[in-house]
C-alpha cells in the first residue's frame, strides 16, 4: 500500500485524485438512478454517500467498483476506468457489499484463505480476521455465525487483499453498537495507513465518525458535499439560539438586524454566526419586555439536523416543480 501525504483543504482534493467522477450517469431503462453525478475522493480520504433508499447510493458505489457500467460519463478509480479493469487494478481493491453470497457450509478460515488466494500481496489470514474481530470464530462454519459475525466476515473479505482502495456499501448493518465501534476502530486504522475509502450508509452518526467529507445524494442527484461538522447549506456553520414563547407573543422589539429567524409553534430559532452577542441581544430583549425565555439552547446544527433539513427542502422543491409542469402551479 502506497501512503500518501495528499489531503483535503475546505473540501477540494489537493494532487491527484485517488477516484474521479465525471457527469456520471445510470439509466435503467426509463428510470434514472443516477442523473449526472460529479465529485472527486483524494488518496488516503474517507467519503461517505448518505441519501434515502433509492437516491443511487449503491448504483454509484457498483460502478466505481467496476461491478456495473455506467451510461454516460467518466469514471477513474486509481487512474484507470473501472469498465477496462485489469487484474493489477482488481489487486488494489477491495469491496464489502450489503450482502455477500458465501457457501454456508465452508468455515470462516477456509473462506479467507479462499479471498486471499485471489491477491498477489494480501494479509495473513489471521491479521484479517483479528482485524474484523472474528479471530475466535475461523473453525466456525459460516451458517452459524450470527448475522452481525457474517458481517464482520463480509468486512474481512473486503480488507484481505490489503486494498489501496475499499468500497463499502452498508458496513455495519446488523451490528451491536460494540462491533460497530470496532468497525469503526478498523477503518480509522485503514485510513492512518494510506487507504481511500468510499462508503455508503443509513447511519448518520457514522457518517460524521468516520468521513472527512460527505455527500448527499436525492433523486440520483448529489444535491450537497462538504465536511460532516460544516456543510454548506447556506447556514451550515452558523450557530442556532433557540428559545420558546407563546404563539401569541409578539417579537416586536427584537433587534437582530440581517439574522436569519424563524417561528415555528412555540419555538423560536435563530441562525446567526455572532452566538455571543445575539444571545446577549435576546435576552436583554427578555428582560425588558419582561418574558421568562423557556428552553433557551445555544448550539450549531448536528449532521443529522442538516441532512433532514436537506431532504425537506428537496422534496418542497421536486414538489413544486411537479406541480408547475402540471399546470398546477405549488401547492
Do not use: C
Not at 452498508?170 to 469503526?184: I, L, S
Amino acid at each position: 500500500m502506497v501512503l500518501s501525504t495528499l489531503g483535503v483543504d475546505g473540501g477540494t482534493v489537493l494532487g491527484m485524485a485517488a477516484i474521479e467522477v465525471s457527469s456520471l450517469v445510470k439509466d435503467y431503462g426509463t428510470l434514472r438512478a443516477v442523473d449526472g453525478v460529479s465529485f472527486s475522493v483524494a488518496p488516503g480520504e474517507v467519503y461517505a454517500l448518505l441519501g434515502p433508499n433509492g437516491a443511487g447510493k449503491s448504483t454509484t458505489v457498483e460502478i466505481l467498483a467496476g461491478q456495473r457500467a455506467a451510461t454516460s460519463g467518466d469514471v477513474q478509480v486509481l487512474d484507470m476506468n473501472p469498465d477496462n479493469a485489469t487484474r493489477d487494478w482488481r489487486d488494489r481493491v477491495g469491496i464489502v457489499w450489503q450482502s455477500g453470497g458465501i457457501e454456508p457450509e465452508m468455515r470462516v478460515r477456509e473462506v479467507l484463505d479462499l479471498y486471499r488466494g485471489m491477491y498477489r500481496n494480501p494479509l495473513p489470514t489471521s491479521a484479517a480476521a483479528a482485524m474484523a474481530g472474528i479471530e475466535d470464530s475461523l473453525k466456525s462454519k459460516v451458517s452459524t455465525l450470527s448475522g452481525g459475525q457474517q458481517r464482520r466476515l463480509d468486512l474481512a473479505l473486503g480488507i484481505i487483499g490489503d486494498p489501496d482502495v475499499l468500497f463499502l456499501d452498508e458496513p455495519t448493518t446488523g451490528f451491536d453498537p460494540t462491533a460497530r465501534r470496532r468497525a469503526w476502530e478498523i477503518l480509522d486504522d485503514l485510513r492512518q495507513l494510506g487507504t481511500t475509502i468510499v462508503l455508503t450508509t443509513h447511519y448518520l452518526d457514522e457518517a460524521a465518525q468516520l468521513a472527512d467529507r460527505v455527500g448527499i445524494l436525492v433523486h440520483g442527484q448529489l444535491v450537497a458535499e462538504g465536511p460532516p461538522d460544516g456543510l454548506d447549506l447556506g447556514r451550515g456553520r452558523t450557530t442556532r439560539v433557540r428559545f420558546e414563547l407563546d404563539p401569541e407573543v409578539s417579537l416586536q422589539g427584537l433587534n437582530l438586524g440581517d439574522e436569519e429567524l424563524e417561528r415555528s409553534g412555540r419555538t423560536i430559532t435563530i441562525y446567526t454566526e455572532s452566538p455571543t452577542k445575539t444571545t446577549y441581544r435576546v435576552t436583554e430583549w427578555a428582560l425588558v419586555k419582561r418574558f421568562e425565555l423557556s428552553g433557551l439552547t445555544v448550539d450549531r446544527p448536528s449532521l443529522e439536523d442538516l441532512y433532514l433539513d436537506l431532504l425537506d427542502e428537496t422534496e418542497a422543491a421536486a414538489t413544486a416543480v411537479g406541480a408547475a409542469s402540471n399546470g398546477r402551479g405549488p401547492a
